[in-house]
């Protein structure tokens, strides 16, 4: 049955009377598709002060600074066998020691607020997982493995593995390639926690529907 809807403003204009069917009212639609709407990939930009395909500076910064920080601690080193091999009294140790809740958290909250400006849409879980695991598996992968083996025949390089043992390096934490694999099993866990929320709101939304 067909039924009138009120005069409405949109835009600041008013919108003429015009018929309308029971679950296809236009005029609301009409209103959000105005030139001065926001889709809401730009409302999410909006609300993270970043432009759709722009790179936020201030992210780019600290990503920076972190970088930096962990780069620091590897040239000085985990103890006195490794990197600069410097005493456990030196000035390099206590600044590297210190910072030691601070470089790998500060990796993590970045791809937090990374991945809450553009947080995976319905329908591209597949893709969200395959475009992480080019960045994160394949540089352990043609990274890790190199750096394992030549860890191994250089000599008096800080590590040794055995060579039956580097493949081992895929599954198991190595050296500063574990981050690689925790980020992307962070990245599992966040898209298996939005596929199950997805599919529980279709089925209310179904079943709201089935009621009506």
């Known amino acids: 049955m067909t039924r009138f809807v009120r005069q409405r403003q949109c835009h600041g204009k008013s919108l003429p009377h015009q018929p309308s ?3 296809n009212d236009r005029s609301s639609e009409d209103c959000q598709s105005g030139p001065t709407s926001l889709r809401a990939g730009d409302r ?11 790179r936020d500076p201030r992210i780019d910064t600290v990503r920076g600074i972190a ?17 600069m091999r410097v005493i456990d009294d030196s000035g390099f140790r206590r600044f590297s020691d210190a910072l030691a809740y601070v470089r790998m958290p500060l990796f ?8 809450a400006t553009k947080p995976v849409s319905s329908g591209s879980y597949r893709r969200f997982l395959k475009s ?3 960045r994160l598996l394949v540089p352990l992968i043609f990274v890790g ?5 030549l860890q191994r025949i250089i000599p008096g390089a800080n590590s040794y ?16 390639f574990w981050f690689l694999q925790a980020l992307f099993v962070v990245f599992l866990v966040i898209t298996s926690a939005e596929v199950g929320a997805a599919v529980k709101a279709a089925v209310e939304v179904t079943g709201r529907l089935e009621v009506v």
């Open 21 to 23: 069917y029971t679950g």
């Open 44 to 54: 999410a930009g909006v609300s993270a002060g970043v432009s759709d395909g722009s």
């Open 67 to 83: 970088c930096l920080l962990l780069v620091a601690y590897h040239v000085v080193g985990s103890d006195n066998q490794s990197g």
């Open 108 to 115: 993590a909250v970045l791809a937090g607020v990374i991945y």
């Open 132 to 134: 992480k695991a080019l």
């Open 145 to 149: 493995l190199p750096f394992a083996v």
């Open 161 to 176: 593995i055995e060579l039956n043992s580097v493949p081992a390096i895929l599954i198991f934490p190595y050296a500063h």
